[in-house]
């Protein structure tokens, strides 16, 4: 609080406006520094209903059993958190792990691997078991999952083969995530060849795979054998991919396309899609909405620029409820209101499940009760492109004019007459 003398019984009442049921701007300013000032006004008070609790762990302020134990794992392991907060982080080269282009079995020994539970003589030592801790290949070192890897003479001589871009100074002779963060980097260098820079998933497996034979079978393959098998099972791999991508392309085209395509209402409802554009340096709104009947004709649409929009979340909430205020004016009933922003549809569809935006629900019901049927629907930007197009325009100068017309605009007649197929 920017005032030192603190008033122990001020309420939350004391700091709205009870004209208007906002936040008492001078209030605010007199009690709080600015930036606590800009987060209490990103959260409208509900003077017209009871208090009610919200849940803070969850965005829509409803508790749900997982955020319930995320809470109970977090308060239980609070030092243990805090601790592994200030280490330095390996998670990024375990995402890129599962990101790298190779079968899932590699991608999981890449990932054992950066957690350190491959079980190599050092793991098995650690965890109590007595071992011969020397590597069965060289003989001379302790046999880590660096070593086996990256520093042993055998791994030494397979890398020198594969054409492998080595680092300046070598691999690093103890940290296995230095190693593994050259090799992720090194993958996506485009200067090296395709075939190259992506076979290393399968270059480390066949070490791996090495080891494992000369400790179960007594017989291990040369270094040559193994850059050989690990190009040619990356070979397959890739080709394979390719097959299997063009397959899917043909099966699933029409079926994804199909899906994402814009529904017609049933009969004697409208369909209203809007869509809106934010511009965050500008503070611009761009917005729209289209009415369309069960045939898929175009019977209104309108397009509006709203200034002084200071949030993604303020940009979503006057779209909305400027579109159902126009349908109302139009004297507009049995409408399904269709978008992209989940969030406020589903609010206005379960409000009970968002307590957190009890707000946007009370603005929004007054702009609702002036219709007797109305359905919500969240579409993809692909079915709601015709909105977004013309929402889109408003941010043009030569177009920033607001209007409302019968029928659809000429210059996305060609868009409107694929949706109604």
């Not at 020994?109 to 950066?114: P, S, Y």
């Not at 507009?332 to 922003?341: C, K, S």
């Not at 957190?356 to 219709?371: A, D, G, K, P, Q």
């Amino acid at each position: 609080m920017k005032n030192p003398l603190i008033d122990l019984e001020m309420k939350v009442s004391d700091l709205l406006d009870h004209e208007t049921g906002d936040w008492n701007r001078e209030a605010l300013d007199e009690n709080f520094f600015p930036g606590d000032v800009e987060i209490i006004l990103k959260k409208k008070p509900v003077p017209s209903v009871e208090d009610f609790w919200c849940w803070k762990h969850n965005r829509s302020g409803e508790y749900t059993v997982r955020s319930g134990n995320w809470l109970a794992l977090h308060s239980m392991l609070k030092e243990e958190f805090q601790e592994a907060q200030m280490q330095p982080s390996i998670n990024c080269l375990k995402d890129s792990a599962w990101h790298t282009l190779t079968s899932p079995k590699i991608k999981m020994f890449l990932w054992r691997t950066l957690s350190q539970i491959i079980p190599v003589a050092n793991t098995l030592k650690a965890r109590g078991m007595k071992v011969d801790q020397l590597c069965q290949h060289c003989g001379l070192q302790d046999e880590t999952l660096n070593h086996l890897l990256f520093t042993c003479d055998v791994a030494r001589q397979v890398w020198a083969l594969s054409n492998f871009p080595s680092p300046m100074n070598g691999f690093h002779p103890e940290s296995i995530f230095v190693n593994f963060h050259y090799l992720f980097q090194m993958s996506t260098n485009i200067r090296v060849p395709k075939d190259i820079r992506c076979c290393f998933p399968w270059i480390l497996w066949f070490l791996w795979k090495n080891r494992n034979k000369l400790l179960f079978e007594g017989s291990e393959f040369k270094a040559e054998d193994i850059v050989h098998k690990a190009y040619d099972e990356a070979a397959v791999w890739f080709e394979a991919q390719k097959l299997d991508r063009e397959g899917e392309k043909c099966d699933n085209e029409p079926v994804s396309s199909a899906l994402r395509r814009w529904s017609k209402p049933p009969r004697h409802w409208v369909k209203c899609n809007y869509g809106y554009v934010w511009n965050k340096p500008a503070k611009m709104l761009g917005a729209a909405w289209i009415v369309r009947d069960h045939h898929g004709d175009t019977i209104l649409h309108s397009r509006r620029s709203f200034a002084d929009v200071n949030s993604k979340q303020e940009a979503q909430l006057v779209a909305l409820r400027w579109s159902l205020d126009s349908l109302a004016a139009h004297r507009l009933d049995r409408i399904i209101i269709a978008g992209e922003d989940a969030t406020l549809l589903k609010v206005i569809g379960r409000p009970k499940a968002w307590p957190s935006f009890t707000s946007e629900f009370i603005t929004l019901r007054s702009c609702l009760n002036h219709f007797t049927s109305w359905k919500s629907k969240v579409e993809s930007r692909f079915a709601n492109r015709c909105a977004f197009s013309i929402a889109k325009s408003a941010h043009q100068l030569q177009w920033g004019q607001s209007y409302v017309a019968r029928g659809c605009p000429q210059w996305l007649s060609s868009l409107f007459l694929d949706d109604k197929g």
